[in-house]
Structures are given as C-alpha cells and as structure tokens.
Nanobody
Framework: QVQLVVSGGGLVQAGASLRLSCAAS????????MGWFCQAPGKEREYLCS????????YYADSVKGRFTISRDNAKNTVDLQMNSLKPEDTAIYYC??????????????????WGQGTQVTVSS
C-alpha cells in the first residue's frame, strides 16, 4: 500500500505557472505508475497525465499537452506536475494517484488504486 500527500495548490492569475507535488510513502514507489487528475465542481474526475514506473515515458491528455509536465523522482518518492499557461478552466481540485498493475497510459480513474487528498487550484481571469 502507498500513501499520497499532495501539495502546491493555490490561487493564480491566468497565464501563470504552478507546480504541484505528490509525496509517497509506503510500498516501493517505483513499482507504481503515477498519474494526475483534476475534478471541477459538478464534473467528473478528469485524467491529465501519467508517467511510467521508471519515469522514462509520459502520457498526456490533449487538453494539457504542451502546457503541463509530469515528472518523478524515485529516489525521493515524489511525482510533480508543472503547470504553465494556466487558464480559468483549469480551476479544479487536483489529485495524484498510483496505479499498481496497469500501463503508463492508463487514463481511467477506476484503474488507479491509491489517491492523494487533492489540492485546490484556482485560476482567475
């Protein structure tokens, strides 16, 4: 089992950047595919991106491709989400998640086994 703690959310203006971090504890971090999701009020949880266990490969939703970057440090048990050129429509609660058995390009929330508590990101226009 792995415990995930998300940090780094906040209020920013449109066009700004923000970096989220997810710290993991518990079982071997490098055995998990890690992903980031977001959920806006009244909407379903949405896949953003994910990264392979080794960190060698990443996968992005079209909505964030070119703006967001996922990275991981298996020595520090962390996975980060660098968000650039933020838009008001990026306003949501952001979650990191761990996937035990599936591929690195798994996008369904139900395929992720462990979740962080989420952090609020608000982008003002």
């Amino acid at each position: 089992q792995v415990q995930l703690v998300v940090s780094g959310g906040g209020l920013v203006q449109a066009g700004a950047s923000l970096r989220l971090s997810c710290a993991a504890s518990g079982r071997t971090f490098s055995s998990y595919v890690m992903g980031w999701f977001c959920q806006a009020p009244g909407k379903e949880r949405e896949y953003l991106c994910s990264i392979a266990r080794s960190g060698s490969t990443t996968y992005y939703a079209d909505s964030v491709k070119g703006r967001f970057t996922i990275s991981r440090d298996n020595a520090k048990n962390t996975v980060d989400l660098q968000m650039n050129s933020l838009k008001p429509e990026d306003t949501a609660i952001y979650y990191c998640a761990a996937n035990t058995w599936r591929r690195f390009d798994t996008t369904r929330p139900s395929d992720y086994d462990y979740w962080g508590q989420g952090t609020q990101v608000t982008v003002s226009s």
